[in-house]
């Protein structure tokens, strides 16, 4: 992309970020975070429009004043350019590359959280409807070495098993949220981690149900019990087995129908 050039009668303003610092402490991470900005990404061959919540950081040596943060908020916005490629998990390494050169800086990290929408098709009536999921993706390079993360929170429907095996008739279910952080050693779709989160649960979510679909889900989630624990040892199985991920971390929440609380889970593995 063409970088927009300063306008001479700029030119002599005195730099004061570029000013010498005698404090001798070096920043680890500055920059700008709470930014909201519209971006497309690219999973795979689908390309989503969503408006991300954004957080840019460099890293600043003892001996600089400051960071220049208008030029942090110029990448966002050379990202939401109609005829910007969309940003990507393999993008990713790239955007915080131009960052650092663009700041002169030995290091810098981005974090781009957004809603992410799938068009869900009902098991029986196959009415179409959108579901929208939480996604939070992070890079950060620093002295050469690259690592990024990916998070995905996907709600689903559990059913209790205890309470399917004790009682006469019926079972307490509730929805709950799996989440997903993985650490790719290659790129990895946004859609196959929501994949494995939903086909781990006693029965996916659907936007829109009708009679038939919702009888559906109500006998699939009945057919299929989940603890909190067999939600992440379900997830993790599947990671475990998996050479793309260097390191995950699985958490479920169960928002409890017969309780004023939560039952809470969590595996991690390889950070």
């Given at each position: 992309m063409n970088r927009p050039e300063t306008p001479n009668h700029l030119l002599s303003i005195p730099d004061v970020?570029?000013?010498?610092?005698e404090r001798r402490l070096a920043i680890d991470r500055v920059g700008i975070k709470g930014l909201r900005y519209p971006l497309s990404f690219a999973d795979g061959d689908q390309v989503h429009r969503t408006?991300?919540?954004?957080?840019?950081?460099?890293?600043?040596?003892?001996?600089q004043k400051g960071t220049h943060m208008s030029r942090l908020v110029a990448l966002l916005e050379e990202r939401a350019a109609?005829?910007?490629?969309?940003l990507s998990v393999a993008g990713l390494?790239?955007?915080?590359?131009?960052?650092?050169?663009?700041?002169?800086?030995?290091?810098?990290?981005?974090?781009?959280?957004?809603?992410?929408?799938?068009?869900?098709?009902?098991?029986?009536?196959?009415?179409?409807?959108?579901?929208?999921?939480?996604?939070r993706l992070t890079a950060k390079l620093a002295h050469g070495d690259y690592a990024s993360t990916i998070c995905v929170s996907a709600p689903v429907t559990s059913l209790c098993p205890c309470s399917k095996e004790i009682s006469a008739y019926g079972a307490h279910n509730q929805r709950s949220l799996v989440t997903i952080t993985v650490r790719p050693r290659v790129p990895v779709r946004v859609a196959e981690l929501l994949r494995i989160a939903e086909d781990e649960a006693s029965c996916e979510l659907y936007g829109i149900l009708k009679?038939?679909?919702?009888?559906?889900?109500?006998?699939?989630?009945?057919?299929?019990?989940?603890?909190?624990?067999?939600?992440?040892?379900?997830?993790a199985s599947r990671l475990?087995?998996?050479?793309?991920?260097?390191?995950?971390?699985?958490?479920?929440?169960?928002?409890e129908s017969i309780?004023?609380?939560?039952?809470?889970?969590?595996?991690?593995?390889g950070w």
């Open positions: 970020q570029s000013s010498r610092d408006i991300a919540t954004c957080a840019v950081y460099v890293e600043l040596p003892e001996e109609p005829d910007a490629e969309p390494r790239g955007f915080v590359e131009e960052l650092v050169l663009r700041l002169g800086a030995p290091g810098g990290s981005v974090e781009i959280a957004f809603p992410f929408f799938v068009r869900k098709t009902a098991p029986v009536s196959g009415v179409a409807s959108l579901l929208d999921y939480d996604v009679r038939a679909d919702e009888k559906y889900v109500t006998e699939r989630a009945y057919d299929n019990p989940r603890f909190v624990e067999d939600l992440v040892r379900g997830v475990s087995d998996d050479d793309r991920f260097a390191a995950f971390t699985v958490e479920a929440e169960n928002f309780h004023n609380h939560s039952a809470y889970a969590r595996i991690a593995r």
